[in-house]
């Protein structure tokens, strides 16, 4: 019998090492043999799962994040390209600041050093228009041009003029969700409200935001589509990326998977157990957990913080850690990896 552990972060709480080892712990103890995997599907924390998988540093740079924070930044050679996993500068763990007051500006200084941006575990919701402000584009109030625009500025912005210094970008966007920027389940709605969003700040950070862009798409006179699939990653910094700058949109899940190798193994074993904070609609819209799911054909156990999914029948049996796992992630992941364990020898 064949188990492998695949295991996402738990955000806020514990990492995918972390989890591994209190898994692999009580595995031990009831001599329970498995493989185990860290996995990401390029948000926060991918940086780390790929070095483990022997990917080396590219470069170690000083950059300013979206606060103006001198921070350390780490680029990786991946299978020949130059990877960064963009939540190192606009992170939702890198600032309290309200994040109607951040934006993707800061992106700028890296953009042209890479070749794969990865998008995820961002507080950013500002449909990229922090980065489009640096690479050629103007955002105006009337004819005075809004220099860092931020969303709390949108609805001042009622024009838009491209420079001649604008250019399209040859850049593989990862994305760890296939949600749209805009339309009935979009970006702000879905994550919104985890980054600070209130309900009527998500409805006009939405109405502002096809005003700017309709603005945007008659003054380069293509069309743009916020309603595309994949464009409401990183609060929609994926948006300005490939409809706007003309960057190619891949899958993070699939990318990670593909260049570690991990999917030629998925099949290998009978019984998967996935783990990783919440297991939702965006789990299987994207994330690396629902495709490895996707490509598994033997039985499947969840283990992790919350199961909010309304088809039970794609794990064949659910542990949760419940409320208790917010305060002692640790000594909960234990409990659930317990009673796991008895099902699994049972």
Known sequence: MGIAVFADKFSGTLSSNEVINEVNKIFKYNNIKASFFPVTDGGEGSTEIFKQYGFKTNENLML???TGKWIPVETLTINKHI?????QLIGINNSEINTLDLNSSCIAKIIDNVDVLSMGGSKTNDAGIGLLSKMGIDFLKNDEIIKD???RDFELINNVNVNED???LNKKILIDTTIPLLGEKNAFKIFGPQKGL???EI???EKNIERIFDLLEKELEVKINPYKEGTGASGGLSFALSEVLGCEIVSGSDFFLNE???NKKIKKFENLILCEGKFDFSSMNGKVLGEILKL???SAYFLGGKFDYNDESVFKDVFELGNKGMKDSKKELRNATYKLAKKMKS
């Not at 990877?83 to 939540?87: A, G, M, N, R, V």
């Open 64 to 66: 300013q994040d979206f």
């Open 149 to 151: 625009p931020k969303p």
């Open 203 to 205: 409805k006009s950070i």
């Open 166 to 168: 604008f250019k399209t």
């Open 198 to 200: 209130k309900k009527s």
């Open 260 to 262: 570690t190798k991990v």
């Open 83 to 87: 990877y960064i996993e963009t939540s």
């Open 296 to 298: 598994h054909t033997g």
